[in-house]
């Protein structure tokens, strides 16, 4: 069964950073793609970010191209967002999901078809 835990969310002012942590497991971690997608309150969900460790392909929508970093620690199963320069339109709940079966551009198709979300983080950031 496919399990992740994401955390690290919280309240930041605009400019701040955030580190989130996507803990997964039920599935080998090294040969798919997992993704950060978001969802604020209506709006679409949009896919952010992902990140395959076997090819080393990475993704990164263009909201946030520049100011998020995406990293992967395959000792512990766990990938990471890092968010620097984070601005209110950020606001969302971050979802990781996987096992997704490449990371690319296609993330927000994918991300339709395949995977297991996890519970969701909430990330707030005032002006």
């Known amino acids: 069964e496919v399990q992740l835990v994401e955390s690290g969310g919280g309240l930041v002012q605009a400019g701040g950073s955030l580190r989130l942590s996507c803990a997964a497991s039920g599935f080998p971690f090294d040969d798919y793609a997992i993704g950060w997608f978001r969802q604020a309150p209506g709006k679409e969900r949009e896919g952010v970010s992902c990140?395959?460790?076997?090819?080393?392909?990475?993704y990164y929508a263009d909201s946030v191209k520049g100011r998020f970093t995406i990293s992967s620690d395959n000792a512990k199963n766990t990938v990471y967002l890092q968010m620097n320069s984070l601005k209110p339109e950020d606001t969302a709940v971050y979802y990781c999901?996987?096992?997704?079966?490449?990371?690319?551009?296609?993330?927000?198709?994918?991300?339709?078809?395949?995977?297991?979300w996890g519970q969701g983080t909430q990330v707030t950031v005032s002006s």
């Open positions: 990140n395959r460790h076997s090819d080393g392909s990475t």
């Open positions: 999901v996987a096992p997704l079966p490449r990371c690319s551009g296609a993330l927000d198709a994918y991300g339709k078809i395949f995977g297991s």
